[in-house]
Nanobody, 117 residues
Framework: QVQLVESGGGLVQPGGSLRLSCVVS????????MGWYRQAPGKQRELVAI???????SHADSVKGRFTISRNNTKNTMYLQLTSLKPEDTAVYYC???????????WGQGTRVTVSS
């Protein structure tokens, strides 16, 4: 059973920055995909950014130019750098890792990001 532990969330003012981390309990060298999702109150969970097995990276249009996904294979850790935060970025952020193309993969417990003045 793969375990994922997120950290780095918190309360930040509009325009501020945060860095989220997701530590995975096994090597992420050969992932099928790994990504960050978020779920705002009353809304469905949405994809924020993803890295695929071929190294391709994509970000949702709503965060493009403000958020950056990255990984450190030696630390089995995935990151999401959040900058220029807006109130509409307020959500619980989840990391997801898949090691095969089947199944939904493993999820972290979520870390809450609140953007408010």
């Amino acid at each position: 059973q793969v375990q994922l532990v997120e950290s780095g969330g918190g309360l930040v003012q509009p325009g501020g920055s945060l860095r989220l981390s997701c530590v995975v309990s096994r090597s992420i060298f050969s992932i099928y995909s790994m990504g960050w999702y978020r779920q705002a109150p009353g809304k469905q969970r949405e994809l924020v950014a993803i890295i695929t097995s071929d190294g391709s990276i994509s970000h949702a249009d709503s965060v493009k130019g403000r958020f950056t996904i990255s990984r450190n294979n030696t630390k089995n850790t995935m990151y999401l750098q959040l900058t220029s935060l807006k109130p509409e970025d307020t959500a619980v952020y989840y990391c997801n890792v898949r090691f095969s193309r089947t199944g939904s993969g493993s999820w972290g417990q979520g870390t809450r990001v609140t953007v408010s003045s």
